[in-house]
């Protein structure tokens, strides 16, 4: 079991059977350590706000945890939301340790060894999800991707059309803008920017503290990882991306900011080779950490460590959808893709009849828009959805 006393105030609570410990998407603030007793997980699909008691009949139970000294909720800190909702099974004693994101770097810096305690943890139930669910992880990955990709390029022609609108004051292109910046894949974009800045921000850090032997940088295409080789590396992106390759079939990436194979890394090679290659994704560098140096590399350099963290919080979240439902959880980022509202597909729509009345001054505008929509049709016909 993990001992906070003296480096952070934790507080002891109770719950009884059945009491709620915390709800799926509410603010995390805080982690939990299982004192005794029984927690479950609960994961409603397809919710946006907190679910009420009526909601959490339809949840679906992922596990139950009943081993004395394991963190709980760790995941939501490093993405600013609980993933899930605990429930107490009997009478149950829970530390809990106090850890605003906003305090994540203090945190970190502070105990490094309750944050590699945490990046393990989570290590570990992404292993065991994807040895349950691999294709349909790969299938969710690929569709995150595209709804994130074009998320982001529509929002930048979003930013340009007001100072082009009032150019040509143009009031209804001015109107298309406004609500644009309402909808939300803009939204899904934004949030998208602020952690890609932030994660930007954290690597960057890292390489100036201490890894700078380990640079490498990589032509478009080049395999930084074969199929046939076992992780024994992690490697942190800089700049430009890795697209994950299984055979000839681009399964998933990873754009700056992240860290690849940091699971095998952290949970062991049995979890890790997934027969995948990794290939850069336009002119890329990254910094290579030797698997046995990952441990001793986040203890040294908090920031690496939540970006660690980060990293292995947005894959458990992916990993909890697929358990909860995995055609349910596809369904979720297909609405987000094609349909009828609060989609790429949706917004482009709405985008393109104010925009065309310009097509030569708003042309390569006009073809990133139509591109990106018609591109997330093509993924969709591709998996047969």
Request: glycine fraction near 6%; aromatic fraction near 4%; charged fraction near 25%.
């Amino acid at each position: 079991m993990i001992t906070v006393h003296g480096h952070m105030e934790n507080q002891f609570q109770s719950f009884q059977d059945g009491q709620i410990v915390c709800r799926q998407n509410e603010p995390a603030n805080d982690v939990f350590v299982l004192v005794n007793g029984k927690v479950e997980i609960l994961v409603n699909d397809n919710i946006e706000g907190v679910p009420d008691d009526a909601t959490l009949r339809d949840a679906r139970s992922l596990n139950v945890i009943d081993k004395a000294g394991t963190i709980i909720g760790e995941a939501g800190v490093w993405i600013g939301a609980r993933t899930a909702t605990l429930i107490a099974r009997g009478l149950v004693s829970l530390n809990r340790l106090p850890m605003p994101p906003a305090e994540a770097e203090a945190f970190a810096a502070r105990r490094p060894d309750v944050g590699m305690n945490i990046a393990s943890t989570m290590a570990a139930r992404i292993a065991e999800t994807e040895g349950k669910s691999k294709s349909e992880m790969e299938t969710l990955a690929m569709l995150e991707d595209a709804r994130d990709a074009a998320s982001m390029d529509i929002a930048k022609v979003v930013d340009a059309l007001p100072a082009f609108a009032t150019s040509h004051s143009d009031q209804n292109l001015m109107k298309a803008a406004e609500a644009a910046r309402a909808h939300p894949m803009y939204r899904h974009a934004l949030k998208l920017r602020e952690t890609a800045t932030d994660s930007s921000r954290l690597i960057s850090d890292v390489i100036a503290d201490a890894l700078k032997d380990g640079i490498q940088t990589l032509n478009d295409g080049h395999t930084l990882r074969k199929s046939s080789d076992q992780p024994n590396a992690a490697f942190i992106v800089m700049e430009g991306g890795l697209d994950v390759f299984r055979g000839d079939r681009r399964v998933g990436s990873i754009r700056a900011g992240s860290i690849a194979d940091i699971v095998p890394c952290l949970y062991g090679i049995k979890s890790g080779a997934r027969n995948t290659e990794l290939r850069a994704k336009g002119s890329t560098r990254v910094v290579r950490v030797p698997r046995e140096a990952v441990a001793d590399a986040c203890t040294r350099s908090p920031k690496l460590l939540i970006a660690v963290l980060r990293t292995l919080a947005s894959e458990l979240r992916s990993a909890n959808m697929i358990l909860s439902g995995a055609s349910r959880a596809l369904g979720a980022v297909k609405a987000q893709l094609v349909g009828a509202t609060a989609s790429v597909t949706e917004l482009s729509n709405a985008l393109l009849p104010a925009m065309e009345p310009y097509p030569k001054e708003l042309r390569l505008e006009l073809d990133r828009v139509r591109q990106n929509r018609d591109e997330v049709g093509h993924l969709l016909e591709m998996f047969g959805l």
